[in-house]
């Protein structure tokens, strides 16, 4: 078993729709990443936090580190928020590298 | 464009080529990160360097050399590669310990 687990695998949705991905992890953690991976491969760091809540547009990420659990919310979704959407985890000491989710696939449909 | 720039950005080989991938980055980062991304499999980390120095192998096998000859190159080099190495192999920076990576666009790999 992964020690980070994603939900859904894939997700699609109309436009407007709000959007919530989850993450789920079974280790203990210093901090956890969201990052977004659009088609041709380019990934691109969306949040870092540790605790609480980020927003950043219509984009909002929380954790409840007591739960293990992260969520990625998107409002108002648009076509172009289309792209896989990654959890990561770092565990405490690891600073050299971080653990991934498998990723959730959005496409959203006009 | 994030900064880390990977060249190519598709490749094709055979098992007996010998070919390498590139990765330059001028973030003024001091730690440099090679990732592998196979289909349905979480992103699986391969190499790290910090200042240079290589800081972690992850149990890589030996057709896959990495080179790093300072802080802004890093090369990947392939040798007798199998086609269960095909993949997406994605360059990262940081700054060391600060652990918000910027990937690059990522070189596609086939192996024939």
């Known amino acids: 078993k992964n020690e980070v687990e994603q939900s859904p695998q894939n997700l699609t949705a109309q436009e407007g729709e709000f959007i919530t991905i989850n993450c789920s992890y079974s280790v203990g953690i210093s901090a956890l990443h969201w990052l977004q991976q659009h088609p041709g491969g380019g990934i691109v760091s969306l949040f870092m936090?540790?605790?609480g809540k980020k927003k950043h547009g219509r984009l909002i990420a929380t954790i409840n580190i007591q739960e293990k659990h992260s969520s990625l919310h998107i409002t108002a979704s648009h076509p172009r928020d289309s792209a896989v959407y990654i959890c990561a985890v770092l565990r405490p000491g690891g600073a050299d590298g971080l653990t991934f989710g498998k990723g959730t696939h959005l496409i959203i449909q006009p | 464009e994030t900064g880390v720039t990977q060249t190519p950005r598709h490749l094709v080989m055979g098992m007996t080529n010998k070919k390498s991938l590139k990765c330059e980055q001028h973030?003024?980062?001091?730690?440099m990160y090679w990732y592998k991304q196979s289909a349905k499999k979480p992103l699986e980390l391969m190499f790290v360097?910090?200042?240079?120095?290589?800081?972690e192998n992850n149990s890589v096998p030996s057709r896959f050399s990495p080179e790093c000859p300072n802080s802004s190159h890093l090369f990947l080099h392939l040798h007798t590669l199998q086609p269960e190495d095909s993949a997406l192999y994605l360059c990262?920076?940081?700054?060391?310990?600060?652990?918000?990576?910027?990937f690059g666009a990522g070189s596609r790999l086939t192996v024939l």
């Open positions: 973030l003024g980062h001091n730690a």
């Open positions: 990262a920076s940081s700054q060391f310990r600060d652990n918000v990576l910027t």
């Open positions: 360097y910090n200042f240079k120095e290589q800081t």
């Open positions: 936090l540790s605790s």
